[in-house]
């Protein structure tokens, strides 16, 4: 995550999820591990609610959606936290806390 601005939120990956073959094609099922990451500098409400609308998003509204990155289609079954919001404490220097939410996301090319 870029150094500021010192309220951010960043998405990465992480390790997902194998599940075996399909039986029909024989094409590997896999969900793809993501970490949601959100820094404040303060400790204030705007934080909770942030994190709160995130897991709102997460848990309710991402559903079969259809997303495009460059030129490919994607379709996101489901987004599926895999914890609950973790507080990982404080950045050494700039002292700004941290908290993630990790989940695994099925999803294929159309």
Known sequence: MPDSPDNAIA?????????GRNSNEGERQE??????????????????RKIDAIKVAVDETIYRED????????????????????????????RRRLYTINGTVSLWEI
């Open 67 to 94: 997303v495009t990155i460059s030129s490919r289609t994607y379709l996101v079954q489901a987004f599926t936290r895999t914890s609950n919001v973790l507080q990982l404490g404080l950045e050494p220097v700039s």
């Open 11 to 19: 998405v990465y990956d992480t390790d997902g999820k194998q599940f």
């Open 31 to 48: 969900h793809y591990g993501i970490q949601i990451k959100v820094r404040q500098d303060r400790v204030d409400e705007t934080v909770q």
